[in-house]
């Protein structure tokens, strides 16, 4: 940890192929602040992509990384935070690769409650094969593989954390650039699994869930005014199951939580093995091979 880190410490030195205004540049900017602002350097973080346009993120990003499987970076952050707790690890993804295809690793990685961060940049399309609906498109949506709409309910990815016991749920609007900063900060300094769903608006293929729209219909929860306590479990579910509103803002945050690793007694990272094969190590490779 440093408290001499700047944002700009997590930018690589590859430039973005992202088409110009896509919401992904906010996206990955308030994620550098937020680690940044957390204390952490670029030496101690593990940053996991997916695949479609969000994918690219980790190469933009100055940090550890890896670039997985189409809806598995989930199992590997998982992994990465098990196998060395002292790693600030943030996984990060599209709507398609952790809703669809990933939708299953989604919500056991919820109810593991692994202390990470899971960042999803929700554009409600796919962006990367070219504008096809994604599992948080609108039911009267017409893409080119939904001519007539996808005649779906969309996907309620808050829902889903909650019904699996998360313990951080929370929304934020990438243009919105000081809050979403804010409201992945708390997501990082939570004790536990902390998901930020974020609307990132596709400027080249979705017109409909645009900057204007988001700017618009907004809720934030956190406004005075408001008066939204993120700690009761009802207050919470109410907001999400409430379709009518786009809110922003920690949604829910169980205060008692306490993350897989720590509740489990894993302490230190397990790189840390001693010289030589354990014993009859060799003698079960020989067993085998």
């Known amino acids: 940890m440093s408290s001499n880190v700047r944002f700009t410490d997590f930018k690589s030195d590859k430039q973005p192929t992202w088409c110009p205004g896509c919401g992904d540049f906010g996206t990955m900017n308030g994620m550098m ?49 098990i196998a060395n707790p002292e790693l600030e ?47 948080t498109s609108r039911e009267d949506f017409e893409t080119s593989t939904s001519p007539s709409g996808t005649n779906q309910q969309p996907v309620n990815p808050l829902a889903l954390a909650l019904a699996a016991g998360g313990t951080f749920i929370a929304q934020s609007f990438s ?42 219909s907004i809720v934030d929860v956190g406004d005075e005014e408001f008066d939204h306590d993120p700690t009761d479990y009802d207050d919470a579910k109410e907001l999400i199951l409430d379709r009518s509103k786009e809110y922003q803002g920690v949604i829910y945050q169980d205060e008692n939580s306490v993350g897989y690793e720590k509740r489990e007694g894993v302490e230190g990272p397990m790189t840390d093995v001693p010289d030589g094969a354990p014993e009859d190590a060799m003698d079960l490779v020989r067993e085998f091979y």
Not at 40 to 58: L, R
Not at 66 to 76: D, E, I
């Open 175 to 216: 243009s919105d650039s000081q809050r979403h900063a804010e409201i992945v900060q708390q997501a990082i300094e939570h004790d536990g699994f902390g998901f930020v769903n974020v609307y990132s608006p596709c400027v080249t293929f979705n017109d409909v869930d645009t900057y204007d729209y988001f700017r618009d």
């Open 89 to 135: 690890v943030m996984v990060a993804g599209g709507d398609g690769d952790g809703y669809s295809i990933g939708a299953g690793h989604f919500v056991h990685a919820v109810r593991r409650n692994v202390d990470m961060t899971y960042v999803v940049m929700d554009n409600r399309i796919y962006g990367l094969t070219k504008g096809q609906f994604s599992p």
């Open 33 to 81: 602040k937020a680690l940044a602002e957390t204390g952490n350097d670029p030496d101690n973080t593990f940053v996991v992509a997916g695949i479609g346009c969000s994918g690219k993120i980790g190469t933009y990003m100055h940090s550890y990384a890896l670039h997985g499987v189409h809806g598995r970076a989930l199992p590997v952050g998982t992994g990465v935070k």
